[in-house]
């Protein structure tokens, strides 16, 4: 079955409408493949009231999000990430999808910027107040998201993450003694 073909829009208890499930997923099973074609550009603006639906890629570039990706929800306790694979994003599954599951993803995963919002994701580790700075994360979070991090995200924030592992390894480090 075609991954754009295994999910629905409907209502979500979470905002607005979100993406579900309509078969099962395992871990590290691709669940969408999002559709990047649609570049912001002078030519091409944001349609109005749409810039929620954005995404702001590697480079500074910005797409606008097409359905059924678009209605993806935020969730601090997520199910999905999204990976890069040749030059393709794809939202991977975290962890086992069960039908009727709502497809979300931690929007802080790959983000930055000064965007704040109150979060209803209601999942167990849910931060209320979320900053979509991937480096606004707890420091334990941050670590946990290493290996989910897109590689121009690592690279356009190298510096960081080479802050971010050296305190892994002090805190491993003083862990040992």
């Known amino acids: 079955m075609h991954p754009q073909t295994s999910v ?19 871990p590290g099973k691709v669940v969408l493949t999002i559709d990047d074609e649609y570049v912001v550009s002078e ?55 069960e039908i009727g599951d709502e497809i ?15 979060c209803n994701c209601g999942g167990p580790r849910c931060r209320k107040d ?5 480096f606004h994360l707890p420091v334990a979070i941050q670590l946990e998201y290493l290996p989910l991090l897109d590689d121009w995200f690592r690279q356009e924030h190298a510096i960081e993450i080479d802050k971010l592992l050296r305190l892994k390894c002090v805190d491993e480090t003083q862990g040992l003694e």
């Open 130 to 134: 979320v900053h979509s700075d991937f």
């Open 43 to 97: 030519a091409h603006p944001i349609p109005q009231g749409e810039e929620k639906h954005c995404d702001h890629l590697q480079g500074g570039r910005v797409v606008w999000m097409q359905e059924p990706e678009r209605h993806i929800n935020h969730s601090c306790w997520p199910n999905v990430y999204v990976r890069t694979e040749c030059g393709v994003r794809q939202i991977i599954a975290l962890r086992a999808i």
């Open 8 to 26: 629905r829009t409907s209502p979500s208890p979470i905002s607005g409408l979100g993406v579900f499930a309509i078969r099962q997923f395992s």
């Open 104 to 118: 979300t993803y931690d929007y802080s995963v790959n983000g930055h910027g000064n965007t704040v919002w109150h």
